[in-house]
């Protein structure tokens, strides 16, 4: 096509009828109908829970003439009194066990992600096939390693390590069973997994030129990680330590196999108020400062780590 | 000292392989006490050893029958939650609607709170509405805390996808249907098989959730639970040897398939 | 132009077709005409609109007002599955779970044609990759995936082909390449093509008609020799190729305007200028680098009578193998762009040299200087 003659003028814009098409309602109702179901889900089956167990916290009565919402919050203050040493012992473990796990998850998520090479998917499958056993049943074999007069103790006390951890507490003399080190030593080895596959997740998306880069521009290795590998990870770091950190709070299956009354975490004061005492008021209030107190922390270390979109 | 350099150029690895070692121990331990003949009732000594355990697995009370439950429930709870988690991660990557924020922090929520507050919610609610406590109200609660995983996982996969590949399906004659059945669902298919694992692999090992609203009804982890106390069948550890080498050997033979593919699609 | 006819045929009509979304208006009303069997082009850089209006004739997008005909055939309300539209997509789109032979004849599949064998193999032997049917869509080079692209649209016989810049991944030489390897396959089956693409050598070397889209609006339309000779103002000046424009004042008119500009008088024939030719009114003058002649300034004499001149000092000299590209300073213009083919080199015509430039007066345009001297400028390095 050839045009010879003057260029056309820029189209003169008159006043038209312009009808305005709206996308149908059909259209728009999709995303909620794809909603609904699963939504309603979580409505009827976590958050109605919740409020439920709100209201059951500020009742007072028995099992045998029922219980009535009298606004009591005095079941709160009594709870925190009587049950506190819980409340922090359950916080102290579960964040020694994350931060355990963070110390012992980091190398071995590094070696998949960057040195395992061919035996790359060996290794994750070693890591995930624990899960397949169930968590009982490995943290019971627990018991056998660390039984007394067991190998792990003879090694333990040989090396006088059992002397140091006993002087700060952590052991009996020289028993490891039935200790908070057992406690911890259970929870460490039960939610490792969950830090290792976030922190593999993204030490996987780094680039390994940008550690050739760190090294060209005077980077000793050590800074590299500091610098360069570590920050990058950081969203593994926290998803981790937060999928650590979350269950291993409420927690009491590895306090009531591992531990012994001296060790009981809010998890297991929860579970007996609830099922063997019957002191519902009681429980669902324990529960709830639980929950508080997950939640701020929570809220706190995402808002300080930068990182809000984990979802 | 040519040693100390190569453990400090190596320390990575060692440490590493360290809590590997760390990781896989009590596997071990399960399965060399699936071979024991203990003395008394518990299974935590070493005495001789014995393939009574494997020749019987199902020779202890009621532990076959609740692993069968847990089976059940497991599949049951991995259907209903990757069917309900796989259509709110469309939705989220998806379509623009309102109340974005708050079905996000719903979908979060449940995974940011210990499973005791869950469980003994949960409880609380069903006491309320006097529903009977047992295998429905065990699946209720699989499903929903399974939910959250899934979604996770399945959206993770649907975000990475290329819009344009439903578009150019759409543009090829292919409608609603066609399409979603012929790209959409192929294509973030790895993803809601990554999220149904996962949600079987909880379900299947959820006790705390469980065993607040199980009532009488006893599932495998409850049965461990126990057993714990009145004394450890040397069969729990059969069981639990069984499902990891079947759990290997499934990924390690899907492995294998997938890799011959990738050779047979090469040449 | 058919603009003004009656539609015929599979002419693509848009009539008052526009797209907002919220407040923001990607494409004004706008009507177009994209006559049956030609090549036509969408060119424009980033965020134009011209991808969205491609969008809205497959039917991708729902246009907001106005209405998209086929032939007599209103298709506005049609979903894009029941268009006889087809699309190669921008980074191509390919199924990735499906081989090339399952990628082309997805289209056929889908309407029920159940042998398919025959077309599928016509086709990959058109775009020459029968020997590729069995592999994976990742398994091929960028071109490779291209070429697949466009068979999965054709082997549907779609009455119109749209290309959402189809050649926006690969690199400049295959790009040339795909260019003509393009061009040819659309003689061969003489369907519509609709391209849509930033590139404006890629626009000119393949497409009968262009439409220069800036801003929502289409700012110019016509054969690519055409917009490139007479543009019609300054951002297709500028975003086709590059134009020195220099302000003046008109100071007679006749046959020919002669100008007062930059300290001289420059004249230009009166057809050439699309703005108003009163005397006295502001007017741009254009003129293209390469029909600018270069002369050392002591051999300002032999320089003809008749022609435009400026005179100036050179600031900048690059060599870049069939050409030379000066920049001169001039009272006429700061940067003044001349490109001298290196046929004899004037080693006299260096940086700092006192030079004149002077062009023939039938080779300037003019336009209405009451436009954005940059307009479309910068943008060809932005969309790059």
Known sequence: MSVTEAPPAPTPEEPRELTLRKPSTRKRLVPYWLLLPGILWLVVFFALPLVYQASTSVQTGSLEQGFEVTWHFQTYVDALREYYPQFIRSLLYAGTATILCLLLGYPLAYLIAFKAGRWRNLVLVLVIAPFFTSFLIRTLAWKTILADGGAVVDVLNTLHVLDVTSWLGWTESNRVLATPMAVVCGLTYNFLPFMILPLYTSLERIDGRLHEAAGDLYATPATTFRKVTFPLSMPGVVSGTLLTFIPASGDYVNAELLGSTDTKMVGSVIQSQFLRVLDYPTAAALSFILMAIVLLMVTFYIRRSGTEDLV | ?267 | MTQQQQTAGGDVRLAGISKTYGSFTAVHPLDLTVPQGSFFALLGASGCGKTTTLRMIAGLEEATTGTVFLGDKDITDLPPYKRPVNTVFQSYALFPHLDITENVAFGLRRRGIKSVKKQVDAMLELVQLGDFARRKPHQLSGGQQQRVAVARALINHPQVLLLDEPLGALDLKLRRQMQLELKRIQTEVGITFVHVTHDQEEAMTMADTVAVMNGGRVEQLGAPADLYENPSTTFVANFLGTSNLIGGEIVSTGENLVVAAGGGKLSLPRQRCSASTAAGGRLLLGIRPEKISLAHADDAGDIPAGRNRATGRITDSSFIGVSTQYVVESPAGTALQVYEQNIERDTRLVPGAEVVLHWNPAHTFGLDAAQDIDAGATSVEDAE
């Open chain 2, 1 to 267: 000292m040519p040693v100390l350099r190569w453990i400090r150029r190596n320390l990575v690895v060692i440490a590493g392989l360290l809590t590997l070692a760390y990781m896989i121990l009590p596997n071990i331990v399960v399965m060399v006490f699936s071979f024991n003949k203990p003395k008394g009732r518990f299974n935590y000594a070493w005495q001789q050893f014995s393939l009574d355990a494997w020749k019987d697995p199902c020779g202890v009370a009621d532990l076959c029958g609740s692993l069968s439950l847990s089976l059940q429930i497991a599949f049951w709870a991995t259907l209903g939650a990757t069917a309900l988690g796989t259509m709110i991660a469309f939705a989220l990557v998806r379509y623009r609607f309102r109340a974005r924020g708050a079905i996000n922090s719903l979908i979060f929520l449940p995974m940011a709170m210990p499973e005791v507050v869950m469980a003994a919610s949960l409880l609380t609610l069903f006491l309320n509405m006097g529903a009977e406590l047992g295998f429905w109200t065990v699946l209720i609660a699989h499903i929903m805390f399974c939910l959250s995983f899934v979604v996770t996982a399945v959206k993770a996969r649907v975000m990475s996808m290329d819009p344009r590949l439903e578009e150019a399906a759409r543009d090829l004659y292919a409608g609603p249907v066609q399409t979603f059945v012929r790209v959409t669902l192929p294509i973030a298919a790895p993803g809601i098989a990554a999220g149904a694992l996962l949600a079987f692999a909880l379900s299947f090992d959820d006790f705390i959730i469980t065993n607040f609203n199980a009532g009488s009804t006893v599932t495998f982890p409850m049965f461990v639970w126990g057993s714990a106390q009145r004394g450890t069948p040397v069969q729990i550890n059969v069981i639990g040897t069984a499902m990891f080498v079947i759990a290997v050997l499934m990924v390690l033979v899907g492995q294998l398939i997938a890799s011959r593919r990738k050779s047979n699609a090469r040449n």
